[in-house]
């Protein structure tokens, strides 16, 4: 079970940090993925980090601005999100999965889902 928290309201510019904790998996065996669905949008990859936690991928519309962390000693993952522009408004989900390299951006490659945080960030 995954649980997805941090989600509100802020002003373009700002910042907000996503937490999603896990439950019921060796979560340190898993990597860890962001996805996001926007208004009348499909979901999209956001940032995943591999299960050791030496790997990280990112979107190129949050590079630079987002940071995907982990505490595998907290069964949780971080997404720090700075500089927040009205696009990056959405749902935003926390997934865990066993990707094969190719497969680390893509949802169907991530067997469990957290319930979704709104982010809504105002211009």
């Known amino acids: 079970q995954l649980q997805a928290s941090g989600g509100g309201l802020v002003q373009a510019g700002g910042s907000l940090r996503l937490s999603c904790a896990a439950s019921?998996?060796?979560?340190?065996?898993?990597?860890m993925g962001w996805f996001r669905q926007g208004p009348g949008k499909e979901r999209e990859f956001v940032t995943a980090?591999?299960?050791?936690?030496?790997?990280?991928y990112y979107a190129d519309s949050v590079k630079g601005r987002f940071t995907i962390s982990r505490d595998n000693a907290k069964n949780t993952v971080y997404l720090q999100m700075n500089g927040l522009k009205p696009e990056d408004t959405a749902v935003y989900y926390c997934?865990?999965?066993?990707?094969?390299?190719?497969?680390?951006?893509?949802?169907?490659?991530?067997?469990?889902w957290g319930q979704g945080t709104l982010v809504t960030v105002s211009s």
């Open positions: 997934a865990a999965g066993r990707p094969v390299l190719s497969g680390v951006r893509a949802a169907q490659s991530y067997a469990y």
């Open positions: 019921g998996l060796t979560f340190s065996s898993y990597a």
């Open positions: 980090m591999r299960w050791s936690g030496g790997s990280t």
